[in-house]
């Protein structure tokens, strides 16, 4: 199921990009034969992921995946039928350099907890991949970053 909205009392700092703004910007861009990296997205909580996952062969994607930060880290992969887990040693995109090199685009809705969504920006800069995040244009204010 894909969840509507956010609730942020429930969640801390955690936001949750709604799925009718995901479905207005995915189309924008050409997917076909990528392997699309969603970093900060828990599969059964991440619409972003739930949506590349439901839309996988109108897209074109050749393989989804995501990590995220928990007790029991894991890599997800999709290939348009099956998931498979591979545990990792962290779900901090900050340690998963080596997904970053696996895929051609990153697309995220950044972690905002101690500014972690600056850290994302620079992260993604460094690497030279491709990237999408969805979040506040404040996070963009910083000097450091432009």
């Known amino acids: 199921m894909i969840r509507e909205g ?3 009392a429930n969640n801390g700092d955690e936001f949750y990009t709604r ?7 995915i189309p924008n861009y050409n997917w076909s034969n990528m ?9 059964m909580r991440s619409n972003f992921y739930l949506y590349f996952k ?3 062969r109108n897209l074109g994607i050749r393989k989804l995946i995501a990590t995220y930060k928990s007790e029991h880290p894991l890599m997800i992969e999709f290939d348009g039928i099956s ?4 545990p990792i040693g962290s779900g901090d995109f900050q340690h998963n350099a080596n ?4 895929c051609d685009v990153v697309v995220t809705n950044p972690p905002y907890s101690n500014g972690m969504a600056v ?3 620079e992260t993604m800069i460094s690497s030279g991949k491709k990237f999408l995040i969805v979040a506040s244009l404040n996070i963009i204010t910083k000097k450091k970053d432009f």
């Open 6 to 8: 956010f609730n942020f």
């Open 19 to 25: 799925i009718n703004d995901i479905a207005k910007e």
């Open 35 to 43: 392997t699309v990296y969603c970093n900060c997205d828990d599969p």
């Open 54 to 56: 439901k839309e996988f």
């Open 83 to 86: 998931e498979k887990k591979i």
């Open 99 to 102: 997904i970053i090199d696996m």
């Open 119 to 121: 850290n994302l920006i």
